[in-house]
């Protein structure tokens, strides 16, 4: 029943925030706006979309005044500068005013956080870059609170799941979807790309990176759009855990196919050396960009494709841009499935080379 | 972004696209040749457009 | 490259690995193992049923088997048996039939030395009768031949004429 009110809450969540999507032709109450900042504006709305924010906003809108009104609620924020400073992000008013704490003064800028005078000025360097101090950051933003809230809907759902299994040792309630994923993992990645003999080692990883991701890149699909796995941050997290495992249990085989690669002339191995190191960091940042890529060209195509909505302003272009993005919409959901897959699978293939043993030559 | 950008952008994508799809093709051949091993040619066409996918978006963004 | 670097957050960075690996370690504990396991075990509860119900099947058939092969030797058993008996009978009437015609054999060569015998008595006894008959017979004839002298006589010498 837990993951009955869990899928409510979420059911819930999503009609609350389809309200967003109804609320956006306020974007075009403007009054005659010139074409060219229509276009900027969507630009700016989709990059701010993709990008972390210190508040969790449902919507916002321009009223009739010309002020722009947020709706959603602010996040703390924890930043160490000689020091813990907690606070809400509230004190930022969305970036128009500065945020005093202790005497220090922050300012919100593009999405980041500096250190600032009371006036709250920021130099710049040639290439206008902000050249103010920025403290360590530790916010709960909207991705940490979002991953948080994914983290704890699996740690239920996954826990409850196993409970059933205790008293039934046949599936019930979700189980009974979740449980081929369970053995699909099992028996068609992990088994055959790492072996029979260790798979059971790397299971945990493996489903868990495949179910958070999975689960993280469909949320991000509802109208909330957190689309946690667009960000750099977080696919590195995740690609570096798998090289940090693959490393660490590669076995001599593993290195000596590195360094000393058997089966070809000496002068080959001092070539191929280099080339099988670099390879070894090339595996896990294709990992980290190909998720970061697809799930942000994804948003940017889709964010786009409902942005020519306000662009055409005609009764051709609102069905139009509906048909594509409801299209696009389904081929998202295929790719969160893709990608989570891709990445369980090349996780395993990668941990698989490192456990080999080769037959010796 | 320059125009050299756009156009390596571009070329990236042909490459990228022409790769892929030969890829997709050559394992529906396999697959309409032997229906029965389906299941691994798939898989075996998933990781090798993955690979080719991560080039191109690395050169993408290296673009 | 450089709007990546830019977009980097070392707070997201941080805050997501140690979510994921508290994540890893608590689904580990409270879900992975547990499923594994119970997963684990059906499929070998549902092998080693399989197993079972193969080896019942070939313990009856082997028990089928045995049966078949207990009631063949059965059968042939009671064949040879009857077939004993059969030859046993067919002895039995056998001997009795030998003995009957000994036994009979015996009687009838018996009856054949009593009838035998019977008859040499009474050809014996007719003998014996038809010269005692024979003799009075003679007497009688004699007395009268010998009544008359002359015919004594004649008698003599035809009797002495024979005997010679």
């Known amino acids: 029943m837990n993951t009955f009110k869990l899928l409510k809450t979420i059911s819930l969540l999503w009609i609350l925030a389809t309200a967003s999507i109804s609320a956006k032709p306020a974007l075009d109450k403007e009054e005659h706006p010139p074409q060219k900042d229509l276009k900027a504006e969507i630009k700016a709305y989709i990059n701010h979309h993709l990008q972390d924010s210190y508040d969790f906003s449902l919507y916002s809108y321009t009223d009739e005044q010309g002020k722009h009104i947020y709706k959603g609620f602010p996040l703390p924020v924890i930043l160490w500068d000689n020091g813990l400073k907690v606070f809400a992000s509230a004190k930022f008013h969305h970036g128009e005013t500065l945020a005093e704490v202790d005497g220090n003064y922050y300012k919100l800028y593009h999405g980041k956080i500096y250190k600032t005078d009371a006036d709250g000025s920021i130099e710049y360097d040639a290439h206008h870059h902000p050249v103010n101090e920025k403290p360590l950051d530790f916010s709960l933003t909207k991705n940490v609170v979002f991953i948080l809230l994914v983290a704890l809907l699996m740690f239920f759902m996954f826990s409850k799941m196993a409970r059933n299994y205790q008293k039934n040792p046949l599936p019930t309630g979700i189980g009974r979807l979740l449980e081929p994923i369970i053995l699909y993992i099992r028996d068609d990645i992990a088994i055959p790309n790492i072996g029979e003999k260790k798979y059971k080692r790397y299971m945990s990883y493996l489903l868990t990176v495949f ?151 | 972004m320059t125009i050299p950008n756009i156009v390596g952008a571009g070329l990236i994508v042909i490459g990228a696209g022409l790769g892929i799809g030969k890829i997709g093709g050559s394992a529906m051949d396999a697959i309409a040749r032997q229906p029965e091993a389906s299941g691994k040619i798939q898989t075996a066409m998933l990781i090798a457009a993955a690979l080719i996918e991560g080039i191109g978006f690395a050169a993408l963004f290296a673009a | 490259m450089d709007k990546l670097i830019e977009q980097f957050s070392l707070g997201l960075f941080v805050w997501q690995s140690f979510l994921f690996i508290g994540l890893v370690l608590l689904l580990k504990k409270y879900a992975w193992k547990p499923i594994l396991d119970a997963v684990n075990d059906r499929e070998e509860g549902i092998k080693n049923a399989l197993e079972e119900a193969e080896n019942a099947r070939k313990e009856m058939q082997d028990l089928t088997a045995d049966n078949e092969r207990i009631l063949k030797e059965a059968r042939t058993e009671r064949d040879a048996m009857l077939k004993e008996a059969r030859e046993l009978k067919d002895g039995i009437i056998a001997d009795a039939q030998e003995e009957a015609k000994t036994q009979a054999n015996k009687v009838i060569q018996q009856a054949q030395a009593t009838i035998a015998s019977e008859k040499q008595a009474a050809i014996a006894e007719i003998k014996n009768q038809v010269a005692e008959l024979s003799i009075g017979i003679a007497e009688k004839v004699v007395r009268a031949e010998l009544e008359d002298k002359d015919r004594q006589h004649k008698l003599i010498k035809e009797m002495l004429k024979e005997v010679s």
């Open chain 1, 211 to 361: 179910f958070f991701v999975w689960i993280i890149n469909l949320l991000g699909l509802t109208p909330l759009g957190v689309n946690v796995t667009n960000n750099i941050a977080v696919t590195l997290a995740l690609a570096l855990m798998t090289y940090v495992i693959t490393t660490f249990s590669g076995n001599k085989d593993y290195w000596k196919h590195i360094f000393w690669m058997p089966g070809v002339p000496w002068p080959m191995k001092i070539i191929l050396a280099p080339i099988e190191l670099l390879g070894t960091f090339i595996k896990p940042f294709s990992l980290m960009i190909r998720l970061y890529a697809n799930i942000t060209a994804g948003h940017v195509v889709l964010m786009s494709i409902i942005g020519l909505m306000f662009i055409f302003k005609n009764w051709i272009g609102s069905p139009l841009s509906f048909g594509l993005a409801f299209a696009l919409s389904l081929l998202e959901l295929l790719v969160a499935a893709l990608q989570a897959y891709i990445f369980t699978m090349l996780s395993a293939l990668y941990f698989g080379s490192a456990v080999e043993e080769h037959d010796h030559h």
